[in-house]
């Protein structure tokens, strides 16, 4: 947010709660194109990715950027190093109370201090105390106004025990795995020096905010232990993964996307408006997205006045049009996701047929068309020059025409879709042909 905000020319400040901005972290976070794309854009970014699985071959010949498989602590390092000035982030700031008004805003520190603004963004997870603060101004001041159904948006019916270990003898660098199984599924991503692994496991019962689990390590050691002699894939199983292991960790997967994303002077961006389940990496790009989209209508409502402050009502329109611009998106790329994690633990008859039978049969090029129709829709700062140095064979949705070129949609994705549907209803016959004669 800084970045996009300091290219904006908008004063602000980043709070955060920890001492360090870059912590060390053991976790993996991966980036599609579209999230590589405004970081280029940014200057944060020009390496090459390193996953060949023949899948994001094909991402790279479409959108000219590949899929980055990177340690979270490398990546917020980049990040953090790139700042045009690093004096507008702040680390031991706890936000604990937030004050809103006519005039402006106050946000109150867990150190007694007070931060004065104009407006509040929580980009603080999903846990998000400005959230919370949002709920509780707005209702007090107009009661209703977040209904308790609102505030219970976010269901956990999955966890994630996640971790990374050095790659065990015949594992493959570059490769990625996805194995499914019966209300869990596995996805390995191999790099030369590391393997990042995830366990998707289904929950006994889901829950409903603010009710969640939650976990020490003793209870991922315990998970752990279930899966041991599981396969991830030919050559390996889960317990090769697990006695290799550097670092691990066990969490709630939280799904949700709250329908106001803003109130006021406050707006939410990233998990604390939008939660979904990482198995497709879509969570923290689409963070990125939205911070976009919202520098992109602050940035161009102070440039279209002469007065360098916006009144409470400029700043609820700029809220409410960037909550309008990302709310369908991300609500796809949310069921996308977490249809994709259902259908990968067999979450049902349906999903597991899925699983089963169909998704064997869909060619490379549909799954690409699925990911690219994702992909393309991909926000970037429209008041910071881009220069596309990477081109694929499908433009972005924001490109114009002209610089689109030759460059082709996806057509190939009805006919691929007819075939795989006359395909899946041969195999749905089959298949209730077997469950009938056995
Ligand atoms: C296992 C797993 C794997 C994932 N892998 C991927 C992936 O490969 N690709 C991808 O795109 N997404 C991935 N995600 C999702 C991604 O991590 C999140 O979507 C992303 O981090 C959301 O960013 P955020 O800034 O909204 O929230 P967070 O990353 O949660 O950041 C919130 C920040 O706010 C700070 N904060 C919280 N409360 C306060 C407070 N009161 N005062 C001050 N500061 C505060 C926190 O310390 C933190 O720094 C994964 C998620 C999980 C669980």
Not at 404 to 415: H, N
Request: aromatic fraction near 10%; glycine fraction near 8%; include cysteine.
């Amino acid at each position: 947010m800084s970045h996009c905000l300091q290219r904006a020319g908008i004063d602000h400040v980043v709070l955060e709660r920890r001492n360090t901005i870059v912590r060390p972290n053991g976790a993996s976070i991966n980036l599609w194109p579209q999230g590589l794309r405004l970081m280029e854009q940014l200057g944060c970014f020009s390496g090459t990715p390193t996953v060949v699985s023949p899948l994001f071959r094909q991402i790279i010949e479409r959108h000219g950027y590949g899929f980055l498989v990177i340690d979270r602590e490398k990546l917020m390092r980049i990040i953090y190093d790139h700042l045009p000035s690093q004096s507008y982030v702040r680390g031991g700031c706890s936000v604990v109370h937030i004050d809103e008004d006519k005039t402006g805003v106050k946000v109150h520190l867990e150190d007694g201090s007070v931060e004065v603004g104009d407006i509040v963004v929580g980009a603080d997870g999903v846990n998000s105390v400005v959230r919370r603060a949002m709920w509780t101004i707005a209702n007090d001041r107009s009661p209703g106004t977040f209904s308790e159904k609102e505030q219970q948006t976010l269901n956990t019916t999955y966890k994630c025990l996640f971790g990374t270990c050095t790659p065990p003898a015949r594992s493959v660098s570059g490769e990625m795995t996805q194995t499914h199984n019966d209300r869990f599924s596995f996805l390995t991503l191999t790099q030369p020096t590391r393997v990042y692994f995830f366990v998707f496991i289904k929950l006994p019962k889901a829950r409903r905010w603010p009710d969640r689990p939650k976990y020490n390590s003793h209870d991922a050691e315990l998970e752990a232990s279930k899966y041991m002699a599981c396969r991830i894939n030919e050559k390996l199983t889960f317990g090769d993964l697990w006695s290799n292991k550097l670092w691990f960790y066990l969490t709630p997967l939280e799904e949700g996307v709250f329908k106001q994303w803003h109130w006021g002077r406050i707006a939410l961006v990233g998990d604390s408006a939008h939660k979904m389940t990482p198995n497709l990496a879509f969570g923290a790009n689409s963070a990125m997205e939205s911070v976009a989209a919202l520098s992109n209508g602050l940035n161009r409502a102070l440039k279209n006045q002469s007065d360098s402050t916006l009144s409470r009502e400029q700043i609820s329109m700029v809220f409410q049009d960037y909550q309008e611009k990302r709310m369908g998106r991300v609500t796809k790329v949310h069921d996308f996701t977490g249809g994709f994690t259902r259908v990968s633990a067999w979450d049902g008859l349906l999903n597991k047929f899925m699983a089963l039978w169909v998704l064997p049969i869909a060619s490379h090029e549909f799954v690409g068309d699925k990911f690219s129709r994702l992909i393309r829709g991909g926000v970037k700062l429209d008041y910071v020059p881009y220069k596309e140095s990477r081109s694929g064979s499908v433009h972005w949705d924001d490109e114009s025409r002209e610089n689109a070129g030759g460059k082709g949609k996806l057509t190939s994705v009805t006919l691929v879709s007819v075939l795989v549907v006359c395909l899946g209803l041969g195999a749905l016959i089959r298949w209730l042909f077997w469950i009938f004669m056995s």
